[in-house]
């Protein structure tokens, strides 16, 4: 398959910790990115790679991946941010891209 | 910085063709081995990816929309740009234009424009 897939909704409750997930088959191959997006705004990338943060972004934001799974991470959620999150990845072809459907994150 | 701002037609016809283009500053498109985007929201759903360019200039589309759109780069005026032919009411979407890695860390797009709403009607 060239999707990937995600939960539709979590929450958490404030300053705790949660994870979200991404799953597909290419994620056993390439690495996942994940994205912010608040209502009206654009996206922004909190992280790529091999759990990689641009500049910016506050280290409770953390990734990783498992076979065919790639995990967001976030270590004490804050109110701030309660967000849609994306994780896109190369498909199995390597050169299209694929985007999870979004993970609403409800901070309690 | 890169920062990049897409422009064009908010309102387009059924069957006709939307077109955007992004201004990129900031930096060179040229530059840094990125790749640039387009990715499309439609009102209350999530990203689609719809295709990009490399700086070498090859274009890499997705399947479903690939045989209506066009992404092309014009170095000279630092920008990039989208068409997407024989438009319906599903394309209609805000429409981001962005930028970043395509390499070893993966796809990831590091900057990214406010976004576009292009409308479908007649």
């Known amino acids: 398959s060239s999707e990937v897939t995600q939960d539709p909704a979590v929450s958490v409750a404030l300053g705790q910790t949660v994870r979200i997930t991404c799953q597909g088959d290419s994620l056993r191959s390439y690495y996942a990115s994940w994205y912010q997006q608040k209502p009206g705004q654009a996206p922004v990338l909190v992280i790529y790679?091999?759990?990689k943060r641009p500049s910016g972004i506050p280290d409770r934001f953390s990734g990783s991946s498992s076979g065919n799974t790639a995990s967001l991470t976030i270590t004490g959620a804050q109110a701030e941010d309660e967000a849609d999150y994306y994780c896109?990845?190369?498909?199995?072809?390597?050169?299209?891209?694929?985007f999870g459907g979004g993970t609403k994150l409800t901070v309690l | 910085q890169l920062q990049l701002q897409e422009s064009g037609s908010g309102l387009v016809k059924p069957s006709q063709t939307l077109s955007l283009t992004c201004a990129v500053s900031?930096?060179?498109?040229?530059?840094?081995?990125?790749?640039w985007s387009w990715i499309r929201q439609p009102p209350g759903k999530g990203l689609e990816w719809i295709g990009y360019?490399?700086?070498?200039?090859?274009?890499y589309y997705n399947p479903s929309l690939k045989s209506r759109i066009t992404i092309s780069v014009d170095r000279s005026k630092n920008q990039f740009s989208l068409k997407l032919s024989s438009v319906t009411a599903a394309d209609t979407a805000v429409y981001f234009c962005a930028g970043g890695g395509n390499d070893s860390d993966g796809y990831y797009l590091n900057y990214w424009g406010q976004g576009t709403l292009v409308t479908v009607s007649s």
């Open positions: 790679g091999k759990n």
């Open positions: 900031g930096g060179s498109l040229s530059s840094g081995g990125y790749s």
């Open positions: 896109n990845s190369r498909d199995s072809s390597g050169n299209h891209v694929v």
């Open positions: 360019i490399y700086h070498s200039g090859s274009t």
